[in-house]
Structure formats: C-alpha cells, structure tokens
C-alpha cells in the first residue's frame, strides 16, 4: 500500500509564497499521476495541479502563473504556490492514481492573510 503525507502548510500573508511537499512510501511504482486538491468548508474539492510518471504536468488555466507542480519521481512531489491569496485558504491533499486502497494524504493546511 502507499502512504501519503503533505508538508509546508502554514500562515503566509497574501502576496507571499509556500512549497507544499507529497511524501509516497511504500510501493511506489503503482502510481502513474500525483494530484494535488484543495478543500475549504462548504466547497468542493478543487484540482490545483497534477503530475504524470513521465513528468506531463497540468495546471488549471485559473491557477497558471502562480502555482506550479514539479517532481523527479511519484515518491516527492512539491507544489510550488506564489502571489498567495485569500481565496487560496484551504486544506491541500495529494492524491494518487492506479494505486490499491487509500489513495489519500490526510491533508495540510494553508491559510493566507490579508
């Protein structure tokens, strides 16, 4: 199975920048793309960037020119977030695909000050 763990979050004031970390262990090799979500109460898990095994990134058009998802290898996968704003607080998750069981982190939290 693998195992996932976010890292970075934290208090940041609008217009500054956070590195976001997914650590996968275990087996590894199952994973063909790591996304990145976000979730704040009351709305909808949000897809902010995902990365594919052979490095194929995707952003959406929204979220181009500020965040940016970058890995050498499925095991650490950073999301580099910049010109942070108040509607960016939330709890980021990475998320696995082509895994068995949880495919889930359990999350870390961004909160952007203005």
């Known amino acids: 199975q693998v195992q996932l763990v976010e890292s970075g979050g934290g208090l940041v004031q609008a217009g500054g920048s956070l590195r976001l970390s997914c650590a996968a262990s275990g087996d590894t090799t199952c994973i063909s793309v790591t996304n990145w979500y976000r979730q704040a109460p009351g709305k909808e898990r949000e897809l902010v960037a995902a990365?594919?095994?052979?490095?194929?990134t995707h952003v959406p058009h929204s979220l181009k020119g500020r965040f940016t998802i970058s890995g050498d290898n499925a095991k650490m996968v950073s999301l580099q977030m910049n010109n942070l704003k108040a509607e960016d607080t939330a709890v980021y998750l990475c998320?696995?695909?082509?895994?068995?069981?949880?495919?889930w982190g359990q999350g870390t939290q961004v909160t952007v000050s203005t």
């Open positions: 998320n696995v695909v082509g895994c068995p069981g949880n495919s």
């Open positions: 990365i594919t095994r052979g490095g194929t």
